[in-house]
């Protein structure tokens, strides 16, 4: 059985409020694509559906586009899981209609770890694969809120918690791998070592609830998991990967390669492992330097690799504030209007060892580029300057996270 994982789609996603919906449904065409030349039978999207738990229409139009097309191809199972940024109660909605089309959809955690295992069976009734689709577990779903507890202690518990999710299904997949059934657990957290880059929104508060490839039970073949952007393995245990997230989410992805993992199983076993590197339309790209080196690489950028306009960021470094830094760079950029469209122009970096209170205001970062923790930080920082603010930002980062479950319940 060939199966294909992806995940982190983030249907809807907005870059400094301009839409991705191109460059998504780019990926989506691809995927169709990928699907019939490498004659996929299951496909597992490891949590992450949209970018937000009240999608646009626009968004949810692209999701079901997908899903009337793909039930079209070879793709005989189809295994969609809940992430952190995804509504359970909209991804849930449609859940029993879909099942008619063999699409499958977790979107939350239940009471019984059974609701999650899934059996595939080949046309003849034969099966041939199980998955284990473990959506993102909220607190909720883990533990039971303690009062008085430490950061120490609720780290611990949530570890225990997530821990035990996945060891729930070992007595239940034991009868499978007496049989010689393939079994594949899906995930949507943090793993221990994993590389996170900037758009990623912390779950579990900060490195709270990572678990170690350690903590997955030895009777999964695969473990198929979401919420890392960049694709990777887990502290380099090969059958143990993230897939990362189909488009640069944002400009700290620039350099990143995205792909989709196919798996071969056969006789019981994982006999291949293969990653398929996803053609891009859009190039996020950065510029930093000197104004002249700057000024040069714009000049010199050639976007003909590429189907859409990249999208810059850039920052310039000073010897001395320049009052026509601006018009210098428009002249540039006005020669590249076709290829290239300025993002996020940070304020530039003066070398100069002293500046006046109104440079240093001049410098205040773009509150369009910061996440809520970063503002709250910063706050802190002026508030508190001598003080150490860990405690403050797990709080704070809890505190999102229950507002974000609020929301999407």
Avoid at 107 to 125: F, H, S, W, Y
């Amino acid at each position: 059985m060939r199966v294909l994982h992806t995940s982190d789609w983030h249907l809807g996603q907005r870059l400094v409020n301009l839409e991705r919906t191109e460059e998504h449904q780019h990926f989506l065409d691809w995927l169709l694509q990928t699907i019939e030349n490498e004659q996929v039978e299951v496909l597992l999207m490891a949590g992450d559906v949209f970018d937000t738990g009240a999608p646009s229409n626009t968004a949810l139009k692209q999701y079901y586009n997908f899903l009337t097309k793909v039930c079209a191809t070879c793709c005989r199972h189809i295994i969609f899981t809940g992430g952190n940024h995804d509504s359970v109660s909209t991804l849930n909605a449609p859940k029993e209609l879909l099942e008619c089309f063999n699409i499958k959809v977790i979107g939350g955690a239940t009471t019984d770890p059974l609701d999650e295992l899934i059996e595939l069976r080949n046309k003849q009734g034969e099966l041939e694969l199980v998955v284990c689709a473990v959506p993102f577990l909220r607190d909720r779903d883990i533990r039971l809120s303690v009062p008085g507890e430490s950061y120490e202690e609720r780290e611990q518990r949530l570890k225990q918690g997530i821990s035990a999710h996945y060891a729930a299904f070992v007595p239940h997949v034991q009868q499978y791998k007496q049989q010689r059934i393939p079994v594949v657990a899906m995930g949507h957290l943090f793993a221990a070592g994993g590389s996170a880059s900037d758009s990623e929104k912390e779950i579990h508060v900060g490195n709270l609830g990572q678990i170690g490839a350690d903590q997955f039970p030895k009777e999964f073949d695969y473990v198929a998991l979401g919420h890392l952007h960049r694709p990777q393995k887990v502290n380099n245990t090969n059958h143990i990967r993230y897939s990362g997230s189909p488009i640069p989410l944002s400009f700290s992805e620039v350099t990143d390669k995205k792909v989709v993992f196919i798996l071969d199983f056969e006789a019981g076993k994982l006999t291949d492992l293969r990653e398929l590197e996803i053609p891009v339309c859009r190039k996020l790209v950065r510029f930093k330097g000197a104004l002249e080196k700057v000024k040069q690489q714009l000049a010199v950028y050639d976007n003909s690799s590429y189907t859409l306009p990249a999208w810059a960021e850039l920052q310039v470094e000073l010897d001395v504030p320049l009052p026509d830094l601006n018009q210098q760079l428009e002249e540039v950029l006005q020669l590249k209007k076709d290829e290239l469209h300025l993002l996020i122009h940070r304020p530039p970096i003066i070398k100069a060892a002293r500046q006046s209170l109104e440079q240093q205001v001049q410098q205040e970062v773009d509150l369009h580029t910061l996440a809520e923790k970063d503002v709250f930080l910063k706050r802190c920082e002026i508030a508190f300057p001598e003080s150490d603010h860990t405690e403050l930002i797990t709080t704070f980062s809890e505190l999102l996270e229950l507002m974000r479950q609020e929301v999407e319940s």
